[in-house]
T-cell receptor, first 115, second 114 residues
Framework: DTGVSQNPRHKITKRGQNVTFRCDPISEHNRLYWYRQTLGQGPEFLTYFQNEAQLEKSRLLSDRFSAERPKGSFSTLEIQRTEQGDSAMYLC?????????????FGNGTRLTVT | AQSVTQPDIHITVSEGASLELRCNYSYGATPYLFWYVQSPGQGLQLLLKYFSGDTLVQGIKGFEAEFKRSQSSFNLRKPSVHWSDAAEYFCAVGASSGTYKYIFGTGTRLKVLA
């Protein structure tokens, strides 16, 4: 168990640029989640995959956000035409499918700053 | 819609004192409940979980939590706080709505006085 890995740890970008983050989950976990966390707030659900299928996407997520998990292993989160309001910590988590809600294992996050 | 409320944004306790962090949830069925801890700049670490059975659950680092269905609460407790417990604590509920989504509270920031 090497844990959930997220890259990069930090990303600074100018408004209007596109950014892509990567998440490598725990290898035997088939569920993968993306959350966004702003200062003083709890993690806010963005989207979730079971294997390669994206099963739910938050209605708060604009069309500028897209996530993929092409082979059911790692996942990428892309933000197009970034805005200052996108500045946040983006957290990835994975869990195993054990017939219910097994605990989420989180990575250390990618902190995005949009200038 | 399912929700999680953590009424205390900040709590300050002295080292060695007892601690209780409050969590209330809104969910029709028996929920899956979790407490996580987050140190600055880090991801979240699981402290404990409740799925069913004994309503008092033990976790890591000496934490425990009690599920009270009548009060829709899942409060986190520790009998004696250590300076290293200073962090942010999040309560979460597994909210099945056809998919397996977890909903988090806004967190409680714990400060420990020496």
């Amino acid at each position: 168990d090497t844990g959930v890995s997220q890259n990069p740890r930090h990303k600074i970008t100018k408004r209007g640029q596109n950014v892509t983050f990567r998440c490598d989950p725990i290898s035997e976990h088939n569920r993968l989640y993306w959350y966004r966390q702003t200062l003083g707030q709890g993690p806010e659900f963005l989207t979730y995959f079971q294997n390669e299928a994206q099963l739910e996407k938050s209605r708060l997520l604009s069309d500028r956000f897209s996530a993929e998990r092409p082979k059911g292993s790692f996942s990428t989160l892309e933000i197009q035409r970034t805005e200052q309001g996108d500045s946040a910590m983006y957290l990835c988590a994975s869990s195993s499918e054990t017939g219910g809600f097994s605990p989420l294992h989180f990575g250390n996050g990618t902190r995005l700053t949009v200038t | 819609a399912q929700s999680v409320t953590q009424p205390d944004i900040h709590i300050t306790v002295s080292e060695g004192a007892s601690l209780e962090l409050r969590c209330n949830y809104s969910y029709g069925a028996t929920p899956y409940l979790f407490w996580y801890v987050q140190s600055p700049g880090q991801g979240l670490q699981l402290l404990l979980k409740y799925f069913s059975g004994d309503t008092l659950v033990q976790g890591i680092k000496g934490f425990e939590a009690e599920f009270k269905r009548s009060q829709s609460s899942f409060n986190l407790r520790k009998p004696s706080v250590h300076w290293s417990d200073a962090a942010e604590y999040f309560c979460a509920v597994g909210a099945s709505s056809g998919t397996y989504k977890y909903i988090f509270g806004t967190g409680t920031r714990l400060k420990v006085l020496a």
